[in-house]
């Protein structure tokens, strides 16, 4: 059992950065599709896909910062928040109550020259 363990490890250890991070955003967009779903999206697959291009975008172009987190945690937390925003507004477009769920929850984090970036303009929520 260790030396699998231990064989696994040093398998992983080679893998390049950027090729481990394809592997993570595989499974972070699969995760964020299975909850969309569950949470009545229609358009689960193509929504979680966006939102897993634009949290890679986040943590590559935003400023490093200690509170800033793009992970499991903070998906999670966003596609409740998107559900509940759903429920309330069921005559809104789909992709417009995710755009304002990623909003709310993350804008307030981030520093003011992040915010800057991170701002979508010219959308109806």
Do not use: W
């Amino acid at each position: 059992m260790i030396c699998k363990i231990g064989c696994y490890l040093e398998t992983y250890m080679h893998f390049e950065p950027t090729l481990i991070m394809h592997f993570h955003l595989i499974h972070l967009g699969l995760i964020a599709e299975v909850i969309l779903y569950s949470e009545g999206f229609e358009d689960s697959k193509n929504l979680a896909q966006k939102m897993t291009q634009m949290y890679q975008l986040c943590s590559e172009q935003l400023s490093q910062q200690d509170h800033y987190d793009f992970g499991m945690r903070a998906v999670k937390s966003v596609l409740v928040m998107a559900g509940a925003l759903k429920r309330q507004n069921p005559d809104k477009s789909e992709d417009v109550v995710l755009i304002r769920a990623l909003r709310d929850s993350n804008l307030p984090k981030f520093l003011k020259d992040d915010a800057v970036l991170f701002k979508v303009n010219h959308i109806p929520c």
